[in-house]
């Protein structure tokens, strides 16, 4: 597992292992599946999932489920594709569930 350190990190709820900086947020005004959510640009210590269209609050995206790389908690998704060129912007970025990151070392 490789550790991030400095004072500004997020954490699976579970597990605590570090999957995403702070530094790496671009939006706190998400919504997730179960409330809100944050969009990030990078994220660390995730598994991938299989992708999939869905259909979400601002159109249809491909997008995988994020899991833990520890604990297998699902954490959100991750953008593949969006098809409304509004929302291209979020390719490759990430979505994590309020709920499932806590802050580490703040």
Not at 44 to 53: A, P, R, S
Not at 75 to 103: C, D, H, M, N, P
Request: with cysteine.
């Amino acid at each position: 597992m490789a550790e991030l350190v400095g004072p500004r990190i997020y954490s699976c709820s579970n597990c605590r292992n570090h999957v995403c900086l702070h530094d790496d947020i671009i939006s706190k005004a998400f919504q997730g599946r179960k409330g809100r959510a944050f969009l990030f640009s990078h994220a660390m210590n995730i598994v991938v999932g299989q992708k999939e269209d869905r259909e979400l609050i601002t159109g249809l995206h491909t997008v995988a489920d994020i899991y833990c790389h520890e604990c297998h908690d699902v954490l959100g998704w991750k953008y593949l594709r969006a098809y409304e060129q509004t929302q291209k912007y979020k390719e490759g970025k990430f979505i994590f569930e309020k709920s499932k990151i806590v802050r580490e070392n703040w």
